[in-house]
């Protein structure tokens, strides 16, 4: 990979005095964007019923939604940056009002897929171009540390408060209105986008990659597919390796005519640098470890300790409080300290709270044992959050700010998509093979106890390999940061 890329001398700019009030507008997206991939988890049981989903399939209402989500980014990256990034970020709030109306008035399995699928399509011009946006808005180093740290605050803490508010909702309303909550949110950020954003867009060539959108998108849903059917068939299944294997070799060819492309839908130039390729690789090991951990302790709150969804969600608020706090204290860290090592202390946080998940048992109390893991891994993951938004987009230049963060996006997704299907399967072995030692006729609360611990060791590992990537490729200093003060963006 190639080091720092030489950026032009910093020239004097006049920050846009409506700076922090566009910030609160893409605050508001992007909570509404996180809250999605964790908000029906809760309700999953009520939409069940409700809707008569067998358990083979109860898995589309959230794989039909990051399968959209996962395959499309890059082109939705490409998109906003050619269209303007505030067209398609209002195009974006818009099309995915409306596709929560419809899934929220579902009256079949298959509407309901098709709505989640619709949500997943119209987030995926909404993300890469509410982050892209904070790149070409925020001009000083400074400043734009304090913009990812309340971005990188809503990334980590909104899963949580997606728990809490599906909890909320399911048990006072309905499983309904975890879709339909996010029309008034929607309608609030477009409101607040029109005064308040500035439209910006790449200059220059900004022909499309037809090809490369192709083979891209069909390979990662390929690959996201195959993924999600090992919660079903398994790793070997056929269907899985089918699919796996199909989506790889999509991504193959994709990346030769990426690298043949005069006007390339991902410039491999965005990857070879070693910092940004540091920081795409590290968000992608992030989003399998931690996706895991929502997972196995949400089943152990309901199915160990006899919870109910609201004070299931409610438990995970401590873990927001910590990476809204440490979030805050990135962004103050980030310009003195520079991301290398102020990354490699969350890391180091979150390890060390994944591994003292490992000694659960079934008796554990809340307070006593898991409470202070929580608190460990969010106050790392705060710290972790906010240094990687910064370097995904470093020096990455205005033409390309809306594609970059989709990689970004696209890394996250992805790797939670891998976390959940294989900590999951990983988790569900081990409680077999607990429950057949021991000679027991159903799985107990010790043996699915067996299957999360297992998965919380794997988390931590998987964890620790994404700190050794961080701390050997990431070499940028706070006066890399601080050279980077200058106008990125064409605004109008």
């Known amino acids: 990979m190639a080091t720092l890329e030489t950026q032009p001398a910093p020239t004097a700019v006049v920050p846009d005095p409506r700076r922090w009030k566009a910030l609160l507008v893409i605050a508001i997206a992007q909570l509404m964007v996180v809250l999605d991939a964790s908000i029906v988890n809760i309700a999953l049981p009520s939409i069940q019923a409700d809707l008569g989903i ?7 209402v959230v794989t039909a939604y990051t399968l959209a989500f996962g395959g499309l980014l890059l082109l939705g990256g490409r998109i906003a940056d050619f269209q303007g990034r505030k067209r398609m970020f209002v195009i974006g709030l818009a099309g995915f009002a409306a596709a929560s109306f419809l899934g929220g008035i579902s009256q079949s399995a298959e509407m309901l897929y098709g709505a989640r699928a619709l949500q997943g399509m119209f987030a995926a011009l909404l993300a890469p171009a509410a982050l892209a946006l904070i790149t070409v808005t925020f001009t000083d180093s400074k400043e734009r540390a304090k913009a990812f740290g309340v971005f990188g605050a809503i990334s980590g803490g909104g899963a949580a408060i997606g728990l809490v508010m599906g909890g909320v909702l399911t048990e006072f309303l309905s499983w309904h209105w975890t879709l339909l909550v996010n029309i008034p949110i929607a309608a609030i950020a477009i409101a607040l986008a029109v005064p308040f954003v500035k439209e910006s867009r790449a200059t220059g060539d900004t022909t499309y990659d037809i090809p490369g959108a192709i083979f891209a998108t069909t390979g990662l849903v390929s690959l996201v597919y195959g993924i999600t059917q090992a919660n079903s068939v398994g ?13 790889l070799l999509l991504l193959a060819v994709f990346l030769v005519i990426e690298s ?5 839908l991902l410039p491999l130039r965005i990857l070879e640098n070693r910092n940004r390729g540091g920081a795409y690789l590290a968000a992608f090991f992030v989003g399998i470890g931690l996706f895991a951990m929502f997972l196995f302790l949400t089943y152990f709150f309901q199915a160990v300790l006899g919870y109910t969804p609201l004070q299931s969600g409610l438990l995970f608020l401590p873990f927001s409080a910590g990476v809204i706090l440490s979030a805050g204290l990135a962004s103050q860290l980030l310009p003195r300290f520079g991301p290398r090592w102020v990354t490699a202390t969350g890391f180091a946080m979150a390890i060390t709270g994944m591994f003292l998940l490992t000694r659960m048992t079934s008796t554990s109390g809340y307070v006593s044992d898991i409470l202070p893991s929580l608190i460990i891994i969010s106050l790392g993951m705060g710290l972790i959050f906010v240094p990687l938004s910064a370097v995904s987009l470093f020096a990455i230049g205005n033409h390309d700010a809306g594609v970059a963060s989709a990689v970004l996006n696209t890394s996250q997704q992805i790797g939670g998509s891998i976390g959940i299907a294989f900590l999951n399967t990983i988790a569900a072995s081990a409680t077999t093979a607990f429950v057949v030692a021991n000679n027991l006729q159903q799985p107990t609360p010790d043996a699915l106890v067996a299957g999360f611990t297992r998965g919380f060791a794997w988390g931590a590992a998987i964890l620790a390999v994404a700190a050794i990537i961080w701390v050997a490729l990431v070499t940028m200093s706070k006066k890399d940061m601080a050279a980077n003060d200058s106008p990125t963006a064409h605004v109008g």
């Open 54 to 60: 067998s358990d083979a399939n109860r898995q589309w």
């Open 235 to 247: 790793w070997n299944g056929t269907s899985t390796l089918v699919f796996m294997g199909l989506g």
């Open 260 to 264: 043949r492309s005069t006007h390339p």
